[in-house]
């Protein structure tokens, strides 16, 4: 019989050699997770501190955070000196047309991995239908709609300047409960484009009411953001609170020099709002420049009716002069002396204006750059479709200010790109890249968590996304792997088309979307519906 010193012996032997076996034994285990990323500084989007831990993704969610290791994946991520972040949940997109282009390559190399689409009061009239198609599509992006008000009233009363009758208020209310029961997640207004700046407060109450009761948001683009910036906003909070409808004010700014310094009382008015019970937040791009239409330009009577009015009243002498004198009446309100402010992003008629300022293509076309020039070729360019421009007329202070407010998220107001089309605004690249490049790390306006907060768990708890916007443990797996030291936006005004830069991984719904800074062409995205639909 062996002595106990002896067996106490073998058992001290066997309890060396259990460890090392059940590692053996591990290693030939099938891995537990689809993706582990590991090694990284974990910024979980709530705006707290970085942590250091590890995520585990299995069935498109977040199955485990803390010390896992590598072996426990299919796949893994060596995030290694790396950021981990929620993926970004951009609210104010034109992506409405993502199943034509479905890879969404503009937004997911930024870091998205949700949109809004819907947005400045245009949308698919039929959301039914629209997400019908995306879904058969499968696309790169989660993606969600508003229902546009432009679209519902265009519907119904065309592009006339008047009030709707009391049925045809009915039919465009029934139009709007239509299309939250289909999914939209909330009422969208762009009150400076036809033919929403021929409505009034009412009509927008009424409309946005029928949202607000399906649980919907109401999204605006204000009637003026500028010269008449505290109105617009007061209208907005007034739609709001008449409709008990969430408030999201887009692409918040000043942009009109003579009233820069303006974004401090819109802020405050949103405070005080705030104070009184609604439910308020606002979003913006991180660039001193805008984009739209040439059209917003002139007087928005000129614009009623459609092209063909248009026209009429362009080629009309008299009415032309009336017109001219207008604008420069406008342009002087703003601060402005000329159009040298703005630049052709996209003329179909002649793409050889592209990237060109307006006294550029003054005198190109007139041999002259003088307002009046300038004001000639934009008739020209009007009666020619018009054009997609680009509007240099904001401030870095307002920028920065409007940045620092803790209720204002991060949008890149862009559709989705087609590298070598156009001249567009360099938003639609680098936005989000531009925030933690440009802001965080060089400007220091923010911190790291405070960004990612803004791009993360802000737009989605207003807008009601549930388990996205945030890295926790049965959370969606919309993540984001970026080099705080690198990353950054490459696109230009001058040249837009260029991804952004040091974003190695994105993953949608646990699919990694992006791989070692290359799209991988999966398509991984859902439709994210209507809160009445959850």
């Not at 005198?363 to 300038?374: E, I, P, R, W, Y």
């Amino acid at each position: 019989m062996r002595s106990a010193y002896s067996r106490l012996g073998a058992l001290r032997l066997g309890a060396l050699l259990l460890p090392l076996a059940l590692v053996a034994a591990g290693a030939h285990q099938s891995p537990i997770y689809d993706v582990v990323i590991t090694g990284g500084m974990l910024v979980d989007g709530t705006g707290a501190a970085a942590r250091r831990a590890d995520v585990a993704v299995k069935d498109g969610k977040i199955a485990a955070i803390g010390i896992i290791g590598a072996s426990a994946g299919r796949d893994a991520i060596d995030a290694t000196g790396l950021i981990v972040a929620p993926g970004f949940i951009d609210v104010h997109t034109h992506a409405d047309e993502v199943a034509d282009r479905p890879l969404a390559q503009n937004f997911v190399r930024m870091g998205v991995t949700s949109i809004v689409a819907g947005n400045c009061g245009g949308s698919a009239l039929d959301v039914g239908a629209a997400l019908a198609k995306i879904a058969a599509t499968r696309v790169a992006v989660n993606f969600a709609t508003l229902i546009g008000h432009n679209t519902v009233r265009s519907a119904v009363l065309g592009r006339e300047n008047r009030d709707p009758s009391a049925d045809e208020l009915t039919r465009m209310k029934g139009l709007v409960w239509k299309a939250m029961a289909d999914g939209a997640v909330g009422f969208s207004t762009g009150l400076q484009y036809v033919p929403g700046t021929y409505s009034k407060t009412p009509e927008i109450i009424e409309l946005a009411r029928v949202a607000a009761n399906e649980g919907g948001i109401y999204a605006s683009h204000m009637r003026n953001e500028g010269t008449a910036l505290e109105e617009a906003v007061q209208e907005a909070l007034r739609v709001g609170e008449a409709a008990r409808a969430r408030v999201q004010i887009s692409h918040l700014k000043v942009d009109s020099p003579s009233r820069w310094g303006a974004g401090a009382t819109a802020l405050e008015l949103m405070d005080a709002a705030r104070a009184r019970g609604l439910a308020v937040e606002a979003d913006q791009y991180a660039y001193t420049a805008a984009s739209s239409t040439l059209g917003i330009r002139f007087p928005s009577w000129v614009l009623e009716g459609g092209q063909e009015k248009i026209v009429e009243r362009l080629s009309d002498p008299p009415t032309w002069l009336r017109i001219r004198d207008e604008m420069r009446a406008l342009l002087a309100e703003r601060g402005l002396k000329d159009l040298s402010f703005a630049t052709v992003a996209s003329h179909r008629a002649d793409p050889s204006l592209n990237g060109l300022s307006m006294q550029q293509v003054a005198m190109k076309l007139k041999g002259s750059t003088n307002v009046d020039a300038q004001l000639e070729v934009a008739r020209e360019l009007m009666l020619r479709d018009g054009a997609s421009m680009v509007y240099h007329f904001m401030s870095d202070k307002d920028v920065e200010r409007i940045m620092r407010d803790p209720h204002v998220g991060v949008a890149s107001d862009s559709g989705v790109l087609a590298e070598g089309e156009g001249v567009p605004h360099p938003r639609g690249y680098g936005n989000n890249a531009r925030v933690l490049g440009e802001y965080v790390r060089t400007r220091k306006v923010i911190t790291i968590e405070e960004a990612i907060r803004k791009m993360t768990s802000l737009p989605a708890q207003h807008f009601r996304f549930r388990d996205r916007g945030v890295l926790r443990e049965g959370a969606a797996a919309d993540i984001v792997v970026f080099d705080p030291a690198r990353v950054s936006d490459a696109a230009t005004f001058e040249k837009p088309h260029a991804y952004a830069t040091g974003i190695p991984y994105v993953l949608v719904n646990g699919v990694m979307v992006v791989k070692n800074s290359e799209h991988t062409g999966a398509r991984p995205g859902e439709i994210l519906r209507g809160a009445s639909l959850k």
